[in-house]
């Protein structure tokens, strides 16, 4: 078990823990000798590290993207911390958790696949119901879905992030048939919501950084979605085809627009919902993990963000506003918010 993390790393310490090798480079010491650059990272942050004695050998027992046993100590960077490594080797595939390395999800992956599936258990038509449980009971996908991120930098980019959105689209898509309550296939709605990033698990790979899969840069997890669910549909006898073409056509177009990567625009009140629905959950996450990474900086305002092409204001309710300071106004119309 890792017990040694980026984050409680200080000054003056003796480091000894497993990390992962983000970033390996040679250089040249002023003095003419070769010297390793590395950036190293675990689940709570990254680190800057140097091998400075013996290079050449040591940077023979590992490579980029390797989990790593090392032994040095930590000085001050730059204003920051940068460990001398010592010793360092490669750990074997298996004897670690990649959960220990990379950026998780506060939620515990098996809660979270219990919620899915009471939301499965609670679908009424037939048909839907059993293709989702036969691609949940399937062991290989049901691992990859609660560990896949939803995206590789942007949205929910952590393991355990695509789990995590799908939850949250379902939810909304509850509150939305709640709220508009006729005209909505709410089961319909929701089986797209649950599949309509499930291509994800083969876009991305994420065993030991994020990055894209060769079929995933080729093909996209649109593609590969539809035909995980095309296949397991074939599967099912009898399963009605008016639904397998519904529901594929949220698969498709759950983008919203051709330009944003939907071979197809939203046609079905169920396929707009959800295109809104994956944007709004996109976005909302996006922003909320803005100002958590950036809460620190002495600023109201994150740094200029390109997605969104402004800067986001992070301060929430000015503190000195009083949310109950409020008073009657002078013909008894009700509360007056006072400014």
Known sequence: MKKTFIKDIREKDQVT??????????????????????????????????????AEELGKRFQKNDVVSIKGFAVAYQGGIQVNVTSINAVADGEYD????????????????????????????????????????????RGLFSLAPAAKSMHHPYLGGLLEHTLSICGLAEKITGHYKKGINKDLLLAGA???????????????????????????????????????????????????????????????????????????????????LDDLDAKVSTVQALAENEREKDSSWTSYQKLFERYIYKGGVPSETKTDNREEDKNGQGPLTLF
């Open 194 to 276: 649950i599949l309509h990033d499930i291509g994800k698990i083969h876009e991305l790979s994420y065993s030991r950084s994020f990055d894209y899969t060769d079929e995933g840069r080729l093909l996209g997890h649109i593609t590969m979605g539809i035909e995980l669910v095309d296949n397991k549909i074939r599967d099912l006898p009898g399963f009605p085809e008016k639904t397998a073409v519904l529901l594929k056509h949220m698969l498709l177009s759950h983008h919203g627009q051709l330009e944003f990567g939907s071979p197809k625009r939203p046609k079905t009140i169920e396929a707009i919902i959800l295109s809104y």
């Open 98 to 141: 990649i959960r220990d390395f990379l950026p998780s999800s506060r939620k515990d992956p098996k809660v979270m696949l219990e919620e899915l599936d009471n939301i499965i258990s609670g679908i009424k038509d037939t048909s839907l119901k059993g293709l989702l449980s036969s691609i949940f009971k399937d062991q290989g996908i």
């Open 17 to 54: 823990g497993s990390f992962l090798v983000t970033r390996k480079e040679s250089g040249i010491s002023k003095s003419g000798k070769p010297y390793l650059n590395i950036k190293l990272m675990d689940s709570t942050g990254e680190l800057e590290a140097r091998v400075w004695e013996d």
